[in-house]
């Protein structure tokens, strides 16, 4: 089996990237949560094309679930994922316990404006985003690295962590990657694993109803009509909707007409206990 280097601490890895600095060779960061799919994978190659040195950091992050939430019983799978990043060609893995990244008397969180208390899924998770910027935040000084990879799937965060990589002048690069999808259309996630056969049959209508949805606004069919019928196909194909909104592709602010635009439609639904989320352009 291929092998990949993996650090734990963060004066390991931080001493592997000052010597690929000195190299004159760029790093850049993929962060995960692992349990890595495809749309991982997708992260990785698009970091290559960045930089000459990929970092995929591995570490499920306690302070962005509730205490209601997976984080117990999110998938772990260490061993596939290293499997699957040297065969990528990545060069290296980030594993931190948890201890690593909060030592005992840890006390700091990053404070959210902007597009992380628009009313999407701040809404339903009110600590999420907190938890994922403070963790990014920790993760981009500890690496140095020159630029790190987002996926578009998790559209809020990518909006949430590029604002905050500015406004804190991080100095670092944010990429966004398009979502990558089953043949079937439904987004890759690595919570996808927890659905039953009949919950996974009914998952990829969510991205078809997307899809028509972004359709008709093109055809500059009726706003407020065109996305109360979608909800409505939603919530009548068995899902529990959290929300799917037209929001202003930028700002995440919400809008009133199509000249509002340019435009995302966001979602999240609840199918048997698990929670998806998707979005699309206009
Ligand atoms: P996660 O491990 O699910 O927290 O996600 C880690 C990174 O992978 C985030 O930047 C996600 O947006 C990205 N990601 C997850 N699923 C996909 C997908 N299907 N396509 C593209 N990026 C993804």
Redesign the pocket.
């Known amino acids: 089996m291929t092998q990949i280097a993996v650090f734990e601490t963060v004066a390991a890895m931080r001493a592997k990237v000052a010597a690929w600095h000195a190299a004159g060779e760029k790093v850049a960061l993929?962060?995960?949560?692992?349990?890595?799919?495809?749309?991982?994978i997708?992260?990785v190659k698009e970091a290559q094309r960045h930089a000459r040195r990929v970092i995929t950091t591995i570490f499920v992050n306690p302070t962005q679930f509730a205490p209601h939430e997976d984080f117990k019983k999110y998938p772990r799978t260490f061993d596939q994922d290293c499997a699957m990043l040297a065969e990528a060609q990545a060069d290296a893995v980030f594993f931190p316990q948890v201890e690593e990244m909060y030592p005992p008397g840890f006390a700091t969180r990053i404070l959210l404006l902007g597009p992380a208390a628009v009313g999407l899924d701040d809404r339903f998770r009110p600590t999420h985003f907190e938890g994922v910027a403070t963790v990014c935040c920790k993760l981009f000084t500890q690496s140095q690295a020159d630029c790190a990879?987002?996926?578009?799937?998790?559209y809020q965060?990518?909006k949430v962590v590029t604002r905050m990589a500015a406004d804190l002048d991080l100095g670092i690069e944010i990429i966004p990657?398009?979502?990558?999808?089953e043949p079937d259309g439904l987004?890759?996630?690595?919570?996808n694993r927890y659905l039953s056969a009949e919950h996974r049959a009914l998952a990829p209508l969510l991205h078809k109803v997307m899809q028509a949805l972004a359709a008709r606004l093109r055809n500059r069919d009726d706003l407020f009509k065109a996305v109360t019928e979608a909800q409505g196909e939603i919530i009548s194909a068995g899902f529990e909707l959290d929300y799917l909104e037209a929001r202003h592709a930028d700002t995440l602010a919400a809008i009133t007409s199509l000249a509002d635009g340019p435009i995302r439609l966001l979602v999240a639904a609840r199918i048997g206990g698990t929670r998806l989320i998707d979005n699309i352009a206009v």
């Not at 990657?177 to 999808?181: C, H, I, K, N």
């Not at 987004?187 to 919570?191: F, K, N, P, T, Y």
């Open positions: 993929v962060p995960t949560m692992g349990a890595l799919h495809q749309g991982h997708a992260l990879v987002f996926g578009e799937k998790d965060q990518l990657l398009a979502t990558f999808r987004a890759m996630s690595s919570r």
